[in-house]
Nanobody
Framework: VQLQASGGGLVQAGGSLRLSCAAS????????MGWFRQAPGREREFVIS????????DSADSVKGRFTISRDNAKNTVYLQMNSLKPEDTAVYYC???????????????WGKGTLVTVSS
């Protein structure tokens, strides 16, 4: 299974970006998918996740009310809509998938290559 993330870039504070993560190699039915991020000099941290059904989501307090996650199972793709971006959101964002819940980084089965998000002040 390969996870291909895209959509990163440079945006001004207050702006928006949409990341996509497309899975190939198999259908990730029953997998929880989501995103982690790693800022320079900091450890990787959980951002947001969504269950296969899409009915349950979880997010870090730092992004609640600003970031939303959705998935299109027919396309095997998960999306991260990021609004009201702040400079502290600057990081490399990684998509991830695992069976089971929650999306603990030590239980992740598949990682995508990161995509850089830079938020300028």
């Amino acid at each position: 299974v390969q996870l291909q993330a895209s959509g990163g870039g440079l945006v001004q504070a207050g702006g928006s970006l949409r990341l996509s993560c497309a899975a190939s190699g198999r259908t990730l039915s029953s997998y929880v998918m989501g995103w982690f991020r790693q800022a320079p000099g900091r450890e990787r941290e959980f951002v947001i996740s969504i269950t296969w059904s899409g009915f349950a989501t979880d997010s870090a307090d730092s992004v609640k009310g600003r970031f939303t996650i959705s998935r299109d199972n027919a396309k095997n793709t998960v999306y991260l809509q990021m609004n009201s971006l702040k400079p502290e959101d600057t990081a490399v964002y990684y998509c991830a998938a695992r069976r089971g819940y929650p999306l603990d980084q030590y239980a992740v089965e598949y990682w995508g290559k990161g995509t850089l998000v830079t938020v300028s002040s």
